[in-house]
């Protein structure tokens, strides 16, 4: 059985201009010990769908269907109280900003044991501490004893990501959602940020939802990628086949969309044309329909239904009609 299960997942935020439609109708799983990577351009609702398996939508936003089955449990169903039981120690976020997800007022030392004193194994100050700078080291940051004292602007952008790793990893949870974490840091920091993490990830054994729009961080570090456009799924795989054979024309333009080592530089780089849709109001059938070039006029008048191989499920009436399930389009 799968450590998470995500079925039919609605999340919308309710505004004056009307309904947004973030997350609308996504379904996926996690399985313990598994990487699933989270891809899509700004808007796709890749954080909203982290989001709301945290339980940590606020107004005007609200989940509003579906399930979220985690070993055996639905946490939709969950008081806030018992849901608290989960965050932090059975589901753990790194979220996408460091400096403003740390209290800039509290040191980093007041961070570590405010969230180990929920370890019931951790029974006297010193233990905390001594827990506090092991984490600290595991995560290498240098003089933990030190570093406890001081305050989070007084860390890199590189070591405020190295401290909530350690946070997130503290009770050691199930599954760690990174929510972008190497977004603001330069490419030798975001190397050594996906390197400590696929350590620890391997450490302790740690299934691992990872959203990023950075396919390069995607190809090395997950085991499966899902696809995101508008709210939707639209593609999901084993990576190594995915990056080899994308099928849907949306996961084509991602990857064209990434520079080359061997492009000349007279070449321009590859852009998705146009934009991503209105979420209030967006268009009908397949919503990448407007973008693509391979747009059929079944596209734009129904929404395309799954189609499923051996290693990826794939939402496109093209696919459909290039294996031969749609006779007339």
Not at 5 to 16: G, K
Not at 87 to 99: E, S
Not at 181 to 198: F, G, N, R, S, W
Request: a neutral charge; one cysteine or more; charged letters at 25%.
């Amino acid at each position: 059985m799968a450590l998470l299960e995500v079925r039919n997942l609605q999340t919308y935020f309710y505004t004056y201009a009307g309904v947004v439609k973030a997350v609308d109708g996504v379904s996926f799983s996690v399985d313990r010990g598994e990487v699933l990577g989270i891809v899509g351009e700004s808007g796709s609702g890749k954080s909203v769908t982290a989001m709301s398996i945290m339980r940590l939508v606020q107004q005007p936003g609200k989940t509003v269907g579906g399930e979220i089955i985690f070993d055996g449990i639905d946490l939709l169903k969950l008081s806030d109280r018992e849901m608290n039981s989960y965050r932090g120690k059975r589901i753990a976020m790194v979220f996408q900003d460091p400096m403003t997800s740390l209290n800039p007022t509290l040191t980093v030392g007041y961070h570590m044991m405010e969230l180990l004193s929920r370890d019931p194994n951790l029974k006297t100050k010193k233990q905390k501490i001594d827990r506090a700078i092991e984490l600290l080291r595991a995560v290498g940051i240098s003089e933990p004893e030190k570093r406890l004292s001081q305050y989070p602007y007084q860390f890199s952008g590189g070591m405020r990501q190295r401290v909530m790793i350690a946070l997130a990893i503290a009770l050691n949870p199930d599954l760690l959602i990174m929510d972008e974490p190497t977004t603001a840091l330069d490419v030798t920091v975001q190397a050594q940020i996906m390197e400590l993490v696929k350590e620890i990830q391997e450490r302790y054994h740690m299934a691992v939802i990872f959203i990023t729009h950075d396919l390069g961080v995607i190809a090395g570090f997950a085991d499966r990628v899902m696809v995101m456009y508008a709210g939707k799924k639209v593609e999901e795989g084993d990576v190594y086949s995915m990056f080899e054979k994308p099928l849907h024309p949306y996961t084509e333009a991602l990857l064209s969309a990434v520079p080359k080592l061997d492009m000349d530089r007279s070449q321009r780089l590859y852009a998705i044309p146009g934009s991503p849709p209105n979420m209030i109001a967006p268009p009908p059938g397949c919503r990448f329909h407007p973008r693509c070039p391979y747009a059929m006029r079944i596209c734009a008048k129904k929404m395309p239904v799954a189609v499923s191989t051996d290693d990826r499920e794939v939402y496109c009436w093209k696919v459909f009609k290039e294996m031969g399930v749609v006779e007339s389009v």
